[in-house]
Structure formats: C-alpha cells, structure tokens
C-alpha cells in the first residue's frame, strides 16, 4: 500500500469517531512509524511494508480510543524542544510556553535560583535552564512517576548540574529562599473534571488536573508558601485557568503580592500572573 492511501484509510477511521484532527493524526502516526518527517512523508510517496501497515493500523486503533497522540509517541514539543512524555505526566501545553518569555526576559544575564511546582515533565524548569546559563532550579511534584519523567529529560538535555528534582509537595518546603517560583498547578474544579474532553479526562493524570472544590487548592498553597520562600524582590509566575483572574488576583493581594504583569491567551483570557511581594 502507498502512504498516501494508507493516511486516507488512517484519517477516515478516525474522523468516523469524530476525532477532529483526523488527517494530521494519521499523518503523524505514519510519519512516527516510518521515522521520518510529516513534510517529506507528504512529499515522497512511498510503499509501506506489510510489518509498518501493521503497526500503522495498531497505533490507530489506540488514537480511536482517544489516547493522545503524545502518549503514543512519547513526545511532545514545547518551545522548539521535544520533552518525553508517558502517561504519569501532564502533556506540555502551548499555553504554558506563555510563562517563559517574560522570565527570560526578566533575568538574562543574572544568576537565578528558581523553583518550579508541579513540575510534570519538566517542561517549564528545564526550558529556562536552557534558555538562562546562570540558572540554577529545584524541580519539585507529589507524582514520583512524573519526577522520573523529568529526569529522563534532565538527562537527555544535559542540565543535571544545574538542575535537582524531588517528590516533594510544596507545603515541605522549608529553609530555601528562592529568586523566582514558577507553577503550573492543577486547577480544574474537581466536579467539572468529568466534562473534559475524553483525551484527557481518561488519560492525564488526576493530580495534575484536580485543583479541589474551587480549582484553586494548590494556587492557594503556592501562593502562601511563596510567601516565605521568595528572596527579597522574587518573583512569583502562576498559570491560571481561564476564569480564575479576579479569584487569583484576590489571594495575592490578600497574601501581600502585588501584580507586575498578567498575560492572556489567544482567547483573551488572562493565563499568566506575574507579582511580586509589597
Ligand atoms: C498542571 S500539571 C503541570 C505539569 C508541568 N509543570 C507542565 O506545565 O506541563 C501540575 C503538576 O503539579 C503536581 N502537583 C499537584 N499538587 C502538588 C503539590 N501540592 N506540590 C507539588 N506538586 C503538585 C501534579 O502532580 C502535576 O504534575
């Protein structure tokens, strides 16, 4: 079979179950299996072998149950690098590439002592490690699996001296004063978690989506806690749900923060909270 009709036959089982992005899906899947490119799968027409189609049509049978195309791969790209990813942590999110910029913005050229809660894959920690040579960070997460995950990416991008990680929540961290905390914590409302789309509610996990009763249990404790971690002049860098802006804004200034920056997502809600204490 020729890899075009092969990606109409992907795509047409998968739009039959309504998943949307059908076509980029089976191109991708194919692409993954024949260890090329998505362009020059679309560009160089080729056979596929009786053992490659076989594989193609496994790995569609999974994406038909709605496993994200992530967890399939084992990837996922943030800020132009790939991050690797199993199901025990969140997949890296555009949205989260929101917070880096102004970071880096604000401490180029200095020494930074950071820490990140609810590290994950270690998307977030380890992008400013790349992106600032001065940067040192402690990587902290309930999940002991999603540590291993970050330390796979540790590893592979070489930043282990500057960079540690730790199961650890954020209220046992005492006796460390950091420069900038950074997090991106869960914070979907515990009841409204069963109306998320089926890719994520069946397959990311629980502790990186559950942000309690009002979906804010662990902006609340970040928040509190920040408050006697951050060095003098630190900075505090919180991603929000859309909606949690005044709610958010409301727990700062009642904790002594004062808000230096906010940014919004292409649907013009607020993500990003930038403050620091009074
Ligand atoms: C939304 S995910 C973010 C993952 C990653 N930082 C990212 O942006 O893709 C939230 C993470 O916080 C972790 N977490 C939840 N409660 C925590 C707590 N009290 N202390 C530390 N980490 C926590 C979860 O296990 C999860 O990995």
Known sequence: MRTSEAINIGSKILRNKNIVSHKIDAEIILSHILKTSREKLLINEQDISHTDLKRFKK?????????????????????????????????????????????????????????????GTGCIMLSILNELNNSRGLGIDICNKAISVAKVNLKTMNLNRRASLKCRSIDTIYNKKFDLVVSNPPYVVKREINQLSEDIKKFEPQKALDGGHDGLDVIRKVIYKSKSILKLNGILALEIGSGQNNSVSTILRLN???????????????????????
Request: proline letters at 5%; glycine letters at 2%; charged letters at 40%.
């Open 59 to 119: 790995i569609i049978s999974r994406r038909l149950k709605k496993e994200p195309i992530a967890y399939i791969l084992n990837k996922k790209e943030f800020r132009s690098k790939d991050f690797y990813v199993v199901k025990n942590s969140l997949i890296p999110r555009p949205e989260t590439e929101l917070l880096i910029d102004p970071i880096i913005k604000k401490f180029k050229e200095k020494r930074l002592y950071f820490l990140d809660v609810g590290t």
């Open 256 to 278: 002594g923060f004062r808000e230096i920056k906010k940014i919004k997502d292409y649907k013009d809600n607020v993500r990003c909270i930038f403050s620091t204490l009074i």
